[in-house]
Nanobody, 118 residues
Framework: QVQLVESGGGLVQAGGSLRLSCAAS????????MAWYRQPPGKQRELVAV???????NYVGSVKGRFTVSRDDAKNTVYLQMNSLKPEDTALYYC????????????WGQGTQVTVSS
Protein backbone atom coordinates (compact mmCIF):
# COMPACT_ATOMS: atom_id res chain seq x y z
CA GLN A 1 0.00 0.00 0.00
CA VAL A 2 1.18 3.53 -0.76
CA GLN A 3 0.44 6.55 1.41
CA LEU A 4 0.78 10.27 0.76
CA VAL A 5 1.53 12.30 3.88
CA GLU A 6 1.33 16.09 3.79
CA SER A 7 2.91 18.58 6.17
CA GLY A 8 3.66 22.28 6.44
CA GLY A 9 0.25 23.89 6.75
CA GLY A 10 -0.59 26.46 9.40
CA LEU A 11 -1.68 29.99 10.19
CA VAL A 12 0.14 32.88 8.56
CA GLN A 13 -0.48 36.59 8.08
CA ALA A 14 -1.20 38.01 4.64
CA GLY A 15 2.03 38.53 2.74
CA GLY A 16 3.72 35.66 4.50
CA SER A 17 5.02 32.34 3.20
CA LEU A 18 4.50 28.65 3.81
CA ARG A 19 6.03 25.53 2.29
CA LEU A 20 3.93 22.40 1.97
CA SER A 21 5.45 18.95 1.57
CA CYS A 22 3.89 15.68 0.48
CA ALA A 23 5.82 12.43 0.69
CA ALA A 24 4.81 9.14 -0.87
CA SER A 25 5.74 6.06 1.15
CA UNK A 26 5.38 2.36 0.56
CA UNK A 27 7.23 -0.26 -1.44
CA UNK A 28 7.80 -1.20 -5.07
CA UNK A 29 6.36 1.86 -6.73
CA UNK A 30 7.33 4.80 -8.88
CA UNK A 31 5.70 8.21 -9.05
CA UNK A 32 4.35 9.93 -12.13
CA UNK A 33 2.71 13.34 -12.23
CA MET A 34 2.11 15.06 -8.89
CA ALA A 35 -0.23 17.92 -8.06
CA TRP A 36 -1.62 20.16 -5.38
CA TYR A 37 -5.33 20.90 -5.01
CA ARG A 38 -7.17 23.07 -2.53
CA GLN A 39 -10.68 23.35 -1.20
CA PRO A 40 -11.68 26.69 0.32
CA PRO A 41 -14.49 26.69 2.91
CA GLY A 42 -17.84 26.13 1.22
CA LYS A 43 -16.30 25.79 -2.25
CA GLN A 44 -15.30 23.02 -4.61
CA ARG A 45 -11.82 21.54 -4.77
CA GLU A 46 -9.62 23.17 -7.43
CA LEU A 47 -6.31 22.33 -9.03
CA VAL A 48 -3.56 24.67 -7.86
CA ALA A 49 -0.38 23.33 -9.46
CA VAL A 50 0.88 20.27 -11.26
CA UNK A 51 4.36 18.96 -11.95
CA UNK A 52 4.89 16.17 -14.44
CA UNK A 53 7.33 13.31 -14.09
CA UNK A 54 9.54 15.24 -16.50
CA UNK A 55 9.48 18.38 -14.38
CA UNK A 56 7.09 20.52 -16.41
CA UNK A 57 4.85 22.71 -14.29
CA ASN A 58 1.52 24.46 -14.61
CA TYR A 59 -0.46 26.68 -12.25
CA VAL A 60 -3.93 28.07 -11.81
CA GLY A 61 -3.92 31.75 -12.75
CA SER A 62 -4.60 33.06 -9.24
CA VAL A 63 -1.29 31.67 -7.88
CA LYS A 64 1.04 32.28 -10.83
CA GLY A 65 4.10 34.21 -9.75
CA ARG A 66 3.43 33.49 -6.05
CA PHE A 67 3.48 29.67 -5.75
CA THR A 68 6.18 27.28 -6.94
CA VAL A 69 5.75 23.51 -7.23
CA SER A 70 8.82 21.27 -7.20
CA ARG A 71 9.67 17.63 -6.60
CA ASP A 72 12.48 15.48 -5.25
CA ASP A 73 12.22 12.11 -6.93
CA ALA A 74 14.87 10.58 -4.66
CA LYS A 75 12.50 11.26 -1.75
CA ASN A 76 9.23 10.72 -3.65
CA THR A 77 8.21 14.14 -2.40
CA VAL A 78 6.43 17.12 -3.93
CA TYR A 79 6.61 20.62 -2.50
CA LEU A 80 4.52 23.76 -2.80
CA GLN A 81 6.29 26.98 -1.90
CA MET A 82 3.66 29.64 -1.28
CA ASN A 83 4.75 33.28 -1.10
CA SER A 84 2.80 36.54 -0.84
CA LEU A 85 -0.11 34.66 0.66
CA LYS A 86 -3.56 36.23 0.57
CA PRO A 87 -6.66 35.56 2.70
CA GLU A 88 -8.29 34.00 -0.36
CA ASP A 89 -5.59 31.32 -0.33
CA THR A 90 -7.16 29.95 2.86
CA ALA A 91 -8.14 26.35 2.16
CA LEU A 92 -7.52 22.70 2.87
CA TYR A 93 -4.63 21.73 0.60
CA TYR A 94 -4.36 18.20 -0.79
CA CYS A 95 -1.58 16.53 -2.71
CA UNK A 96 -2.26 14.04 -5.45
CA UNK A 97 0.09 11.62 -7.18
CA UNK A 98 -0.01 9.06 -9.94
CA UNK A 99 1.47 5.91 -8.42
CA UNK A 100 2.78 3.24 -10.73
CA UNK A 101 2.96 -0.33 -9.47
CA UNK A 102 1.44 -3.33 -11.24
CA UNK A 103 -1.18 -0.83 -12.29
CA UNK A 104 -1.53 2.93 -12.31
CA UNK A 105 -3.54 4.49 -9.47
CA UNK A 106 -4.15 8.04 -8.31
CA UNK A 107 -3.57 8.58 -4.60
CA TRP A 108 -4.59 11.52 -2.41
CA GLY A 109 -3.14 12.87 0.80
CA GLN A 110 -5.24 13.58 3.86
CA GLY A 111 -5.06 17.35 3.48
CA THR A 112 -3.31 20.12 5.40
CA GLN A 113 -4.99 23.35 6.47
CA VAL A 114 -3.63 26.71 5.35
CA THR A 115 -5.17 29.78 6.96
CA VAL A 116 -4.13 33.29 5.93
CA SER A 117 -5.23 36.12 8.19
CA SER A 118 -5.71 39.67 6.96
Amino acid sequence: QVQLVESGGGLVQAGGSLRLSCAASGSDFSVGDMAWYRQPPGKQRELVAVITSGGSTNYVGSVKGRFTVSRDDAKNTVYLQMNSLKPEDTALYYCNAVIIRTRVTVYWGQGTQVTVSS
